[in-house]
């Protein structure tokens, strides 16, 4: 237990996301009080590298001047308004023709939300709605994968492929369903190729599509580019061809989330890019604004619009949208990230970067505790087993090697995050190679005595 005044107070007053309460009464919070590039400090004093940029998210780090004085300078003009009932303002305005100036396939228009969930939730909305529009009103299926994460309020929970997103919620609601893992060291049978196992998957999708009443009654298909929560899974090459080819077929639409993999993670502006994916709707977040605000966006192309237009005039209105919907300041702030990864060159940073932090996961390859090192761009993943032949896994509960690798490294001054046994490495894009060389340094000490316990 830290047992400083924080803590204590905390635990007496504060309900956390993503929680064991009763462990947390237990222990207490680690507190952060503030950052500096890609270091945060706790209220002791200690220094951290972040390895996770937070949650995956904070693409420029802990400290950015520019950003502050945007914020500053936009709450000083206008700090509030909405883009209800045919009202704008410049900063959405703004946002919305940037975006889509940097979109991965020509896209229409954007709609703007707080978080991934709630734009992963809109896009639930909009699908429904617009097989409404298309007079197809049993087209309303829509398909995600298992160990997606997509976000979690009802209907972005319901998509996220996790159990514990779903256990005790009562999830997921009707008409969301789930395909294959593409995760081949996992899922892959023996003797199957990579290749033969993305056939394999984009089989089994159309199985579940026919068994769930084929184009007349499945509507979409939404993928993460590369798994993020479910554990930085990249699908083998091939995969999204065979599954866009799929859904094609189906005359459904296909959904890219790239609330992580968006804005250079994966050594390209968008994840799409990388792994070859022409979206429909693309919904993207947390690197948006390099989460110094909260603000998320969806992007729809001209045959989305064209039937939300229709639709919307039909019934009289688009009967979605938040009160902060493109909040004048969050805006603000996400173009002016977006003015700085350009002025910086920071996708081109990242790219370059990309094959040094890849030979860092990949040096884990021959560490006696790790089955696969998996990464892309600058995201990756080192998957921890008991016996790297047979791939089985350490007693998750018994041994709990993971969370042994997190608590050593947080004693070395370093945030990484362990899902299960799948230990996820994600720094702030703007992170140096010396940096990148500390990190995992200090990594390889976390594994080490990880071994030695
Ligand atoms: N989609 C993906 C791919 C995510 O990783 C996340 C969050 O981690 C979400 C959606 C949900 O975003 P939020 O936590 O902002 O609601």
Not at 78 to 89: I, T, V
Not at 109 to 126: C, I, R
Not at 419 to 441: K, Q, Y
């Amino acid at each position: 237990f830290r047992g400083n005044s924080n803590a204590a107070r905390d635990i007496a007053h504060h309900l956390h996301p993503y929680t064991n309460f009763k462990k947390h009464e237990a222990t207490g919070p680690l507190t952060i009080v503030r950052g500096r590039g890609v270091y945060v400090m706790d209220d002791d004093g200690k220094e951290y590298i972040e390895g996770m940029a937070g949650l995956w998210s904070a693409a420029l780090g802990f400290s950015n001047e520019r950003l502050a004085t945007v914020a500053y300078e936009q709450m000083k003009q206008l700090p509030f308004y909405h883009a209800f009932n045919q009202r704008s303002h410049e900063p959405a305005i703004n946002l919305a023709e940037k975006l889509k100036a940097m979109a991965p396939v020509p896209m229409s228009k954007v709609f703007f939300a707080n978080s991934g969930s709630e734009a992963n939730d809109t896009v639930v909305k909009m699908v429904w709605y617009v097989n409404n529009a298309l007079g197809r009103p049993h087209k309303k299926k829509i398909i995600s994968r298992i160990k997606g994460y997509h976000g979690v309020t009802v209907a972005a929970a319901s998509l996220t492929g996790l159990p514990n997103n779903h256990r005790s919620f009562d999830l997921p609601i009707a008409n969301i369903l789930h395909t294959s893992c593409p995760h081949y060291y996992r899922f892959g049978k023996d003797g199957e190729t990579e290749e033969q196992f993305a056939t394999r998957c984009a089989e089994e999708l159309e199985q579940l599509i026919l068994k769930e009443g084929g184009a007349e009654h499945v509507a979409a298909m939404i993928c993460e580019p590369v798994m993020g929560a479910g554990g930085v899974i990249v699908p083998p090459k091939g995969y999204y061809e065979k599954i866009q080819a799929v859904c094609r077929k189906y005359d459904m639409l296909f959904i890219a989330d790239e609330v992580i993999c968006g804005f250079g993670r994966t050594g390209n502006v968008w994840g799409c890019q990388t792994l070859n994916i022409q979206p429909d709707i693309l919904t993207c977040a947390k690197a948006l604004s390099a989460s110094f605000l909260p603000i998320s966006a969806v992007m729809v192309n001209d045959k989305v619009y064209q039937a939300l237009a229709t639709e919307s005039d039909k019934i009289g209105t688009w009967g979605h949208g938040f009160t902060y919907s493109g909040h004048p300041v969050a805006a603000a702030v996400a173009l002016e990230t977006q003015k700085i990864y350009d002025e910086i060159d920071l996708f081109g940073h990242a790219k370059r970067l990309s094959p040094v932090f890849q030979k860092h996961v990949a040096s884990f390859a021959d560490h006696p505790l790790v089955g696969e090192a998996m990464s892309v761009g600058m995201v990756g993943a080192l998957e921890i087993v008991a016996d790297k032949k047979t791939k089985a896994p350490f007693d998750p509960v018994a041994v709990g090697a993971g969370n042994r690798v997190y608590n050593h490294a947080v004693q070395h001054g370093l945030f990484i995050r362990n899902m299960g046994d799948r230990v996820a490495i994600c720094p702030p894009l703007i992170i140096n190679e010396a940096e990148l060389a500390d990190l995992f340094g200090r990594l390889r000490k976390a594994f080490d005595e990880t071994l030695a316990d």
